[in-house]
């Protein structure tokens, strides 16, 4: 299968600070890939670099065949760029919006594929509403319509849901799914591990680095030891006392409940309630779980602090 993308050593610097530490990863042709890191990563300036925005420090990276330093105006005319800030004008209707767009790109002949998409992403009732009146949800939607109305073969979805509600968080992804089926190929961050999880494979970013990088099922292999999911009162108290004890390799805390790592359940257990009790702390109840994306993440990221 083709590569779309191929990044070799991609550096950005800002003063002293390496905002993209020499990265270098490639996506395969109609793949879905996601980029998940916490903000500050360099997951938004990899992108900007990527479309043309701003220029590396050093590296390079090629799209679709074409070179971003000498091949931008190619590469520009076969990628979406979705910016976490994407620009929808509320003065203009969905239909008057989705048209500006194509007019930036030079598609004459856009009114077919406008009532495709108007149609693909549920937008059709709402074609003469002024984007200022739509939902969080819509405008996402609208987002993508505009950014797919020059049919591009390979998208960059730069956390295309955030602030976006569950429901309409689902159907965008119901919205992507349907995209991979056209064989476009499917770039984008996100600070959702659940949506990473969705993805074909994932790289897990972390100050301008990239520190795994293979499938959601494979990435979870790397965890060392099992995870214990433990429901107690006190969780700062509990935390506290867990972190750094010995038998325990990490925790981490989700809400109401406790993630410890042991290297082994059972045996691991036994010492989280021993602790605890000598704690003052009484377990309501616990169970064994698979590790989670999230999960590998954070012990990466405290392994590495």
Same mark, same amino acid.
């Given at each position: 299968m083709t590569d779309a993308l191929v990044i070799e050593g991609l550096a950005k610097s800002f003063g002293a600070l390496r905002a993209v530490d020499g990265?270098?990863?490639s996506v395969r042709e109609g793949e879905m890939f996601a980029i998940v890191g916490p903000n500050g990563s360099g997951k938004t300036t990899l992108f900007r670099m990527l479309c043309g925005i701003m220029k590396p420090s050093g =590296?390079?990276? @090629?799209?679709l065949g074409h070179d971003i330093h000498t091949g931008m105006e190619q590469i520009k005319r076969q990628i979406g760029y979705f910016s976490q800030r994407f620009t929808l004008y509320g003065d203009l209707s969905v239909d008057e919006n989705i048209e500006f767009f194509a007019e930036i790109h030079d598609v004459p002949d856009y009114r077919q594929f406008r009532e495709e998409l108007l149609a693909f992403t549920r937008l !059709?009732?709402?074609r003469t509403r002024l984007a200022d009146r739509l939902s969080g949800g819509m405008k996402q939607k609208l987002a993508l319509a505009c950014t797919l109305i020059h049919r591009p073969r390979l998208i960059?979805? $730069?956390e295309p849901t955030t602030g976006v509600d569950p429901i309409? @968080?689902?159907d965008f992804w119901k919205i992507l799914s349907t995209l991979l089926k056209t064989n476009i190929t499917i770039v984008m961050c996100t600070p959702y591990l659940d949506e990473a999880e969705r993805c074909g494979r994932v790289a897990l970013m972390n100050k301008g680095a990239v520190m795994a990088l293979d499938t959601p099922a494979n990435i979870k292999g790397q965890m060392r030891g099992e995870v214990l999911e433990i429901v107690c009162g006190e969780i700062r !108290?509990?935390?506290r006392l867990l972190k750094g004890a010995d038998g325990i390799l990490d925790v981490q805390t989700f809400g109401d409940r406790l993630n410890v790592v042991v290297d082994e359940a059972k045996a691991g257990f036994t010492r989280v309630e021993s602790?605890? @009790? $000598? =704690?003052g702390i009484p377990i309501t109840d616990w169970r064994p779980v698979k590790p989670s994306l999230e999960n590998v993440f954070i012990s990466l990221i405290t392994r590495a602090a």
């Amino acid at each position: 299968m083709t590569d779309a993308l191929v990044i070799e050593g991609l550096a950005k610097s800002f003063g002293a600070l390496r905002a993209v530490d020499g990265i270098s990863l490639s996506v395969r042709e109609g793949e879905m890939f996601a980029i998940v890191g916490p903000n500050g990563s360099g997951k938004t300036t990899l992108f900007r670099m990527l479309c043309g925005i701003m220029k590396p420090s050093g =590296g390079t990276a @090629r799209i679709l065949g074409h070179d971003i330093h000498t091949g931008m105006e190619q590469i520009k005319r076969q990628i979406g760029y979705f910016s976490q800030r994407f620009t929808l004008y509320g003065d203009l209707s969905v239909d008057e919006n989705i048209e500006f767009f194509a007019e930036i790109h030079d598609v004459p002949d856009y009114r077919q594929f406008r009532e495709e998409l108007l149609a693909f992403t549920r937008l !059709t009732p709402f074609r003469t509403r002024l984007a200022d009146r739509l939902s969080g949800g819509m405008k996402q939607k609208l987002a993508l319509a505009c950014t797919l109305i020059h049919r591009p073969r390979l998208i960059l979805l $730069d956390e295309p849901t955030t602030g976006v509600d569950p429901i309409s @968080r689902m159907d965008f992804w119901k919205i992507l799914s349907t995209l991979l089926k056209t064989n476009i190929t499917i770039v984008m961050c996100t600070p959702y591990l659940d949506e990473a999880e969705r993805c074909g494979r994932v790289a897990l970013m972390n100050k301008g680095a990239v520190m795994a990088l293979d499938t959601p099922a494979n990435i979870k292999g790397q965890m060392r030891g099992e995870v214990l999911e433990i429901v107690c009162g006190e969780i700062r !108290t509990a935390t506290r006392l867990l972190k750094g004890a010995d038998g325990i390799l990490d925790v981490q805390t989700f809400g109401d409940r406790l993630n410890v790592v042991v290297d082994e359940a059972k045996a691991g257990f036994t010492r989280v309630e021993s602790i605890l @009790r $000598d =704690g003052g702390i009484p377990i309501t109840d616990w169970r064994p779980v698979k590790p989670s994306l999230e999960n590998v993440f954070i012990s990466l990221i405290t392994r590495a602090a």
